[in-house]
T-cell receptor, first 115, second 112 residues
Framework: AQKVTQAQTEISVVEKEDVTLDCVYE???????LFWYKQPPSGELVFLIR??????QNEISGRYSWNFQKSTSSFNFTITASQVVDSAVYFC????????????FGTGTRLKVLA | EAQVTQNPRYLITVTGKKLTVTCSQN?????MSWYRQDPGLGLRQIYY???????DKGDVPEGYKVSRKEKRNFPLILESPSPNQTSLYFC???????????FGQGTRLTVV
């Protein structure tokens, strides 16, 4: 089965706190791609990051960082020193380039950052 | 400006009245797809297209049709809409599934 699980439905933090959004995926394929997207209250979907299954390097972009661990099938997203503008729904997604050409999204995590 | 354009943005219709939601991209992308977003269910893929005249079912294709006659356009057709198709719909395009998708602004559909 190919699946993406975002077990955290909603998280609330106070501004400046660090927060980690969890993403666990399932696949038997050896080649796959993982993504994170942000959906702010305005509703559009914004791409944040992409990782392929052969690249387990963690990535940092400003206050955002991503931890990809194949051993636990996880691709977690951490926001350091959260800000009110980080309030959004965050989606993790999985895709493939052979067999099935679907994009599979998780159910999303709603992050509320309180001032 | 690179973009995916969906129309209309909002639509209220009655059960059984055929409708089409249009989607157009100007990035020469091969891959296009449609999703519906429902509370608690995230984004679910309805149909996707790898290229012109090549379409395939996603995870929730029942009640929908698509066509890909031109590379830039990928309309979503609801032949006989029902209230359970009330949802927020997104069209997206990308070079391929290995790369990030660009999404349209969304179409909020209400079927009464």
């Amino acid at each position: 089965a190919q699946k993406v699980t975002q077990a955290q439905t909603e998280i609330s933090v106070v501004e400046k706190e660090d927060v980690t959004l969890d993403c666990v995926y399932e696949t038997r394929d050896t080649t796959y791609y993982l993504f994170w997207y942000k959906q702010p209250p305005s509703g559009e979907l914004v791409f944040l990051i992409r990782r392929n299954s052969f690249d387990e390097q963690n990535e940092i972009s400003g206050r955002y960082s991503w931890n990809f661990q194949k051993s636990t099938s996880s691709f977690n997203f951490t926001i350091t020193a959260s800000q009110v503008v980080d309030s959004a729904v965050y989606f993790c997604a999985l895709s493939f380039t052979s067999g099935t050409y679907k994009y599979i999204f998780g159910t999303g995590t709603r992050l509320k950052v309180l001032a | 400006e690179a973009q995916v354009t969906q129309n209309p943005r909002y639509l209220i219709t009655v059960t059984g009245k055929k409708l089409t939601v249009t989607c157009s991209q100007n990035m020469n992308h091969e891959y296009m797809s449609w999703y519906r977003q429902d509370p608690g269910l995230g984004l679910r893929q309805i149909y996707y297209s790898m290229n012109v005249e090549v379409t395939d079912k996603g995870d929730v294709p029942e009640g929908y049709k698509v066509s890909r006659k031109e590379k830039r356009n990928f309309p979503l057709i609801l032949e006989s809409p029902s209230p359970n198709q009330t949802s927020l719909y997104f069209c997206a395009s990308s070079i391929g599934t290995a790369l990030e998708a660009f999404f349209g602004q969304g179409t909020r559909l209400t079927v009464v």
